[in-house]
C-alpha cells in the first residue's frame, strides 16, 4: 500500500481513514475471521458503559428499504470487563483503537472516563445519543446547551484525545458540534442512527418495544453526508463521516464533503469483507486520478 | 458464491435447495444465504437441511422478500453462502426424541441422520407438527427410528418425555416453551435443548440485534446458539 491514503485526525495516524463503526464490529474478534482487521485504519469498540447492561427486551433488528432499525439499549459488558478483557489486544493491533463510551447520566461518564484514564486507548469516542435518566430521559445529543455541559466535564476529566459522536436528532447540529469545539473536544463523528418507527400491523403495536429504534445504512447516506458537510464546514475540529456508507465511491463523497476519516457499520452486514474493498476502491480511484494524498480532495465541496 | 443444484418446491409453500459447497456442517447449525447483491439488505439464516462434504441442502419456507428470492432460483444460478454458523445440537446416545414444528423441522433431518450414523444403537423418535401438509414423511423416516406426524394438532401432546434420555427441539418459540414446561410438569429428566430463532443481522455475533437473555445471561443465537437449553430460555417464567 502507498501512503495515498495515510491520514491524520487529530495528531492520530491512520494508515488509511476506514474504521468499523460502535456496535456493529463487536470488539473486532468476529470480522477477524474473514479479513485481518489489520486492514482497516481503525476499529471502534461496541459503546461502552460504566457498568454491564443487558439490552433491550423484545425485537431489536427490523429491516428497511435499503436500512435497518436497531433496539440494541447498549448491551455491553462494562468498562472494566473490557479492560480486563478486549483492550491489551484491541491495543496490540495495528489500527487506530478507538474506545466508544455511552452513559445515562454525568455521573457515569465520568466515572467511567476516570477508569478508563489509566488505561492506553487513542481514541475515546463519546456516544451522547443516550438518554439522560436525571433529565426524564432526554437524549444528551439533542439539545445544545445539554451536550455542552456533558463535553465540558468530560474534557476537564478525560485523558485522552475526545472525538463527541453526534446524533442526527439534534435539533441544530451545527451549533451543537460548535459547542463541542468551544469546550475542547478533539474532533467529532457523525452522525449515529436517526430515530425512528415500526408498526406491526397484525399486533397493532409498534414493532419495538420501545417504540423507536435507530434507523442506519444507505437510507440515511444522504442525510448524513448533509451533515457532514454543514458541520465540516462550521467547525475547525475534524470530523468523522458515517452513516450509509456502502461502497468506496459513499466513502469519497464523504471526504469530498469534509470527512478526514470515515466509518463503517451497516454495510458490513450485507458484506463483511465490505471495509476492505472500500479502502481497495479507494487506493484506486486515487491512483487512477494521479491523487498522491487523500487530503488534495477533502472538503473540496 | 456456490451453484445451486436443486430448487424444488415441496408443497405449497416449501422449498428444498440443494447447493454444492464444500463444508464441514453439523447438525444444528446454519447459513447465511444471499441471492442478490445490496438488497435485501440482510442475508437470510436457514438451517441446515442435509449436508454431505460437497453439498448443503436447505429446507425452507417462503415467507418474504428474500424467500420469494430464494424460490425463483434455478440449478445452475449462483448464491453465497456464509458459514456454517452457530453451535449446533450436541451429541447424545440413548434414547432421543427429535420435536419439530413447521419450518422447524428443517434441521431435526440431519440431526437424525447423524445421530445414527454415530450411534447406531441409539434410539431416536421423531415428533413432526405441521399446521397444514405434512411434508418429506418419507424421508424422516427413511432418518429415524420412528415417526410420528401430527396435522392441525400440537405436537407437544404426542410425546412423554419421561421415556427419553435427551430431547432437542427447533419450531415456534411457543412450541418449544409449552414442550418446556411438559418436561417439567412430568418430571423429565431428560435435558432439553431448542434451536432459537431470533432476527440476525451479522449472524457471526459482532451486532448484539440476537441476544437471548436467558439464566446463564446473554447469548448471542447466531454464536453462543441457536442451541440452548430449554432450562436457561424458559426457566426463568
Ligand atoms: C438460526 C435460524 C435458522 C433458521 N432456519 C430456517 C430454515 O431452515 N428454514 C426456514 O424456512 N426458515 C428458517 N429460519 C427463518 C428464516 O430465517 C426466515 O423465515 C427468513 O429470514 C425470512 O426471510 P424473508 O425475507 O422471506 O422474510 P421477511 O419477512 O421479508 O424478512 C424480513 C427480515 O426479517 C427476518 N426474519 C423474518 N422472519 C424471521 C424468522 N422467522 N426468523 C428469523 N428472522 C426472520 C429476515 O431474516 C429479514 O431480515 C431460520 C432462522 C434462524 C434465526
Ligand atoms: C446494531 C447496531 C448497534 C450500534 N451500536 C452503537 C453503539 O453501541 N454506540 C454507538 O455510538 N453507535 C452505535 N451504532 C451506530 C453506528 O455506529 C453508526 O453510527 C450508525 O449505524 C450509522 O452508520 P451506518 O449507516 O454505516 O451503520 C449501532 C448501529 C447498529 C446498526
Ligand atoms: S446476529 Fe449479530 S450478534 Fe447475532
Redesign the pocket.
Known sequence: MSKRLETVFAGVTFKNPVALASGTCGFGKEFNEYFDIQKLGGLCSKGLTLHARGGNDGIR???TPSG?MNSVGLENPGVQHFIECDLDRMNSLDLVNIVNLGGHSMEDYLQAVEILNDYKLDILELNISCPNVKAGGMNFGVKTEMAREVVREIRKACKHKLVIKLSPNAEDIVSLAKACEEEGADGVSLTNTFLAMAIDLKKKKPVFENTYAGLSGPAIKPISLRMVHQVAHAVSIPVMGLGGISTWQDAIEFIMAGATVIQIGTASFMNPRLAVDVIDGMERYLEENGIENLSEIRGIL | MSKILENQKITED?YLMKVEQDNDASMGQ?YMLRAWDKY??????????DADEKTVS?????????????KELKSGDEITLDGP??NGFPDATGKIALVGGG??V??LYLTAKKLKEAHPEATVDMFLGFSGEAMLVDAYEAAADSVTVNVGGFVTDDIDPTKYDVIMT?GPEIMMKVLYKKCVSVGATAPLYV???????CGIGACLV?TCKTANGNKR??KD??VMLGSEVFGNE
Open positions: 433488528v427490523w429491516e435497518i | 416449501f446454519f435485501p439488505l440482510l442475508s437470510r439464516p436457514i438451517s441446515v437441511y436447505f429446507l425452507y419456507k417462503v415467507v418474504g422478500q428474500g424467500t420469494e428470492i430464494f454458523h452457530g419450518v422447524g428443517a434441521p427447533c434451536s432459537m430463532e431470533n432476527r440476525m443481522a440476537c443465537a447466531c446458539g441457536p
